[in-house]
């Protein structure tokens, strides 16, 4: 992924650049959040969307035109990033509002969910409301229907600052545990079984970064050594999303 090119736009600046790769680093997170939204019985998220930079080349321009539109029903495998697009672009004629997309990790420019009415991410939203005052930023929320919270504390996690332990493991992975180890044992074939691209259990709960989950397959013998279509193991995947805690958990049970 470090050779996949960043995408920015002529006159972006400084601080929204920041944004985005603050968007990039921490999109990890957000995809952790949707990996336990899948399993819960009562949805916990508002929404959930990802911003992505798309680029034309238009014949009569030196420079590739750049627009920043946002996907939902997003899905990631480690390396790209699905969904579908849900803007009506300005400018760009390759791509058009209901588009079924797939990017890489380093195209995204900005994530975003919600619960209870509350945000996590939003770094370019962020960066505008820095720029508002007081009153056009209450107008900004109000017209979104969501609390936005300081521009200058953005949380990427749910109570990240008075729970800092959950940047490193879900709730849900813990309390979740239990019944995990019973589905495992009652249905053995799903640490063995993979999808069509290879994409194993340990596989999905390494991208995640779902430290306990990760730990209990290895205990109930989950083959570390499994390899994607494309190549990569589980600690593979863990290491090049930074999630320094599943990769330590994978390399000891190599």
């Not at 944004?19 to 019985?41: D, G, P, Q």
């Not at 949805?43 to 798309?54: R, S």
């Not at 990569?232 to 930074?242: H, R, S, V």
């Amino acid at each position: 992924m470090e050779d996949t090119p960043v995408y920015y736009a002529k006159g972006d600046s400084p601080e929204m650049m920041q944004a985005f790769e603050n968007a990039r680093k921490t999109f990890k997170y957000f995809w952790r959040e949707l990996s336990w939204e899948a399993r819960r019985i009562i949805p916990g998220l508002d929404l959930a969307c990802v911003k992505v930079a798309f680029m034309q080349q238009f014949p009569e321009e030196k420079e590739p035109t750049i627009e920043h539109m946002w996907i939902n029903d997003v899905y990631f495998d480690g390396d790209n990033i699905s969904g579908t697009l849900v803007n009506d672009p300005d400018t760009l004629t390759n791509v058009q509002n209901g588009d079924a997309v797939t990017v890489p990790l380093a195209q995204i420019s900005d994530w975003l969910f919600a619960s209870g009415g509350k945000t996590y991410g939003g770094f370019t939203i962020h960066q505008m409301r820095s720029g508002m005052s007081p009153e056009e930023r209450a107008e900004h929320d109000d017209a979104w229907g969501l609390e936005f919270g300081d521009y200058d504390k953005i949380e990427v996690v749910r109570d990240q600052y008075t729970r800092p332990e959950n940047l490193e493991e879900h709730p849900m992975s813990i309390n979740m545990g239990e019944s995990f180890v019973k589905f495992l044992q009652e249905y053995p074939q799903e640490m063995t079984n993979a999808d069509e691209q290879g994409y194993t259990l340990l596989h999905r709960e390494a991208i995640a970064g779902n430290k306990t989950s990760v730990a209990l397959l290895l205990q109930q013998g989950a083959d570390t050594s499994r390899k994607t279509s494309s190549g990569k193991t589980a600690l593979d995947f863990a290491q090049q999303l930074e999630w320094e805690h599943v990769a330590a958990l994978l390399k000891a049970g190599a």
